[in-house]
């Protein structure tokens, strides 16, 4: 069973600041998905990110796969309220059927 | 071009009574996989359903089923409910390109309330 780990749990932020989500595993994932999800509403898909070492930008949120494709982050700069939301990291195993899910961090920014 | 759409959206139900969840894909979707979110679990795979048969089944016990009809909607069905089923219940439609995932798109879940 392949399992990611997400840090941290839970954030709470003032508006302006910086801030990094991680998403670990022991296994090798074919490709690593961020959602972020709204109260009462499904997971939106943010990024794919699929090459070992890719990074790519989405305006403020910056995110990496590690090179050895068992890890990625979320870096998100000058943190607005709007931002506010539980953000999942999943990852695509190898055969491409099965997407494992992290716990979730679920950030707040005040304004 | 419309979202996943999932019925109802809120449900209450009673211990050892039964339920029947409702998901529409995107068009031209014929993947539709199921998940139970919850606060402690978070988000786990339920079943995934391509072409009316079950492709993948995640580790809940049989009292949990579903089906998927020749349009590609899908129903799931829990059967002699639990209060530990209360939680969100997520529908998500993708193509499959080669028998891999393509792109997963959300409903907004059902919320089960077991009392």
């Known amino acids: 069973t392949q399992l990611l780990e997400q840090s941290p749990q839970f954030l709470s932020i003032q508006e302006g600041e910086n801030l990094t989500v991680y998403c670990n595993s022991s296994s090798v994932f074919s490709s690593l998905q961020w959602y972020r999800q709204e109260p009462g509403e499904g997971p939106v898909l943010l ?8 990074v790519k930008k989405l305006k403020r949120l910056t995110f990496q796969f590690g090179d050895a494709r068992k890890d990625s ?11 506010t939301g539980l953000y999942l990291c999943a990852g695509l195993n190898n055969a491409g059927n099965m997407l494992t899910f992290g716990g979730g961090t679920r950030l707040m920014v005040k304004p | 071009k419309a979202g996943v759409t999932q019925t109802p959206r809120y449900l ?7 339920v029947t969840l409702s998901c529409s894909p995107i068009s031209g979707h014929r993947s ?5 979110q919850t606060p402690g679990q978070g988000l786990q795979f339920l079943f995934e359903y391509f072409s009316e048969t079950q492709r993948n089944k995640g580790n809940f016990p049989g009292r949990f089923s579903g089906r998927q009809f020749s349009n590609s909607r899908s129903e799931m069905n829990v059967s002699t409910l639990e209060l530990g089923d209360s939680a969100l219940y997520l529908c998500a439609s993708s193509r499959l390109l080669a028998g891999r995932k393509e792109t997963q798109y ?10």
């Open chain 1, 47 to 54: 990024v794919t990110v699929v090459t070992g070492g890719e």
């Open chain 1, 73 to 83: 982050s979320l870096h998100i700069t000058a943190a607005q309220p709007g931002d």
């Open chain 2, 12 to 18: 209450i139900k009673t211990r050892g009574q039964q």
């Open chain 2, 32 to 36: 539709v996989s199921w998940y139970q």
């Open chain 2, 106 to 115: 959300f409903g907004p879940g059902t919320r089960l309330l077991v009392l």
